[in-house]
């Protein structure tokens, strides 16, 4: 892996005063900086973003890791990206990618299984943004 990012949305943005420009929803990229800590539910989790801003609060359930690779269209693919990829001249896959025993998955490969398997994927969309492209339809090895 080529570089450690996250990405996950902020969040209680409407009130206060905020060092950003971030609303509710809007991703931030970057670095945990807290992690939620059930214990303590009134304190979020927290991200400094990739131009050094700390202190920005996110939605723990949204946290996605960069997988180390990019899609035909150089966009980044993360942790609950939605990838349709192209397996030679069969019908295209719908997977989300997700991270299990510390390995990033594509459906039923494991992630250097998807990259040797296949050559054209690119993300779709992630399963905040667009839980209808895998209700019912997400496919794997």
């Given at each position: 892996m080529d570089e450690t990012?996250?990405?996950?949305k902020a969040?209680?943005?409407d009130i206060g005063f905020h060092r950003t420009s971030y609303k509710n929803?809007?991703?931030v990229y970057g670095l945990i900086t807290r992690l939620y800590d059930e214990r303590f539910e009134v304190i979020p989790a927290e991200m400094r973003d990739i131009?050094?801003?700390n202190g920005i609060e996110v939605d723990?359930?949204?946290?996605g890791q960069y997988t180390g690779t990019p899609d035909k269209n150089k966009n980044?693919?993360?942790e609950c990206d939605i990838v349709k990829a192209f397996k030679h001249n069969e019908e295209?896959?719908?997977?989300?990618?997700t991270k299990r025993n510390g390995c990033f998955w594509f459906g039923n490969w494991n992630w250097c299984e998807f990259l040797d398997k296949f050559r054209n994927y690119e993300v779709i969309g992630n399963v905040f943004d667009n839980p209808e492209l895998v209700k019912g339809g997400e496919q794997g090895g």
């Open positions: 990012l996250f990405r996950a969040i209680n943005r929803g809007d991703w131009n050094g801003v723990h359930k949204t946290f980044k693919i993360f295209p896959f719908v997977a989300v990618v």
